[in-house]
């Protein structure tokens, strides 16, 4: 079983930054992709980012330029450097891990951003 804790979040400025970090333990030697998904109320859960094992990266549209995801192969960590953040990325940030036969969630860390 894998194990996914996110940490991170918390109340920001519009222009801010944030980081959150996202670790991935117990019988997480076989993870490939890992990434985040996030959830703005009354919205459905949207892809954010993700990164493989071997370095490929993808972005949605909306973070583009804004957002860096990073990782750790060795700590099966991965960050996601947030910045210019706007009221629009306000939502609960969902950290996954995925290996060949599953996808494990963490339990989410909420990121706020208001003036």
């Known amino acids: 079983q894998v194990q996914v804790v996110e940490s991170g979040g918390g109340l920001v400025q519009p222009g801010g930054s944030l980081r959150l970090s996202c670790a991935a333990s117990g019988s997480a030697f076989s993870i490939d992709a890992m990434g985040w998904d996030r959830q703005a109320p009354g919205k459905e859960r949207e892809f954010v980012a993700r990164?493989?094992?071997?370095?490929?990266?993808n972005y949605a549209d909306s973070v583009k330029g804004r957002f860096t995801i990073s990782r750790d192969n060795a700590k099966n960590t991965v960050w996601l450097q947030m910045n210019s953040l706007t009221p629009d990325d306000t939502g609960g940030y969902y950290c996954?891990?995925?290996?060949?036969?599953?996808?494990?969630w963490g339990q989410g860390t909420q990121v706020t951003v208001s003036s």
């Open positions: 990164i493989s094992r071997d370095g490929w990266i």
């Open positions: 996954y891990a995925r290996d060949s036969s599953d996808s494990y």
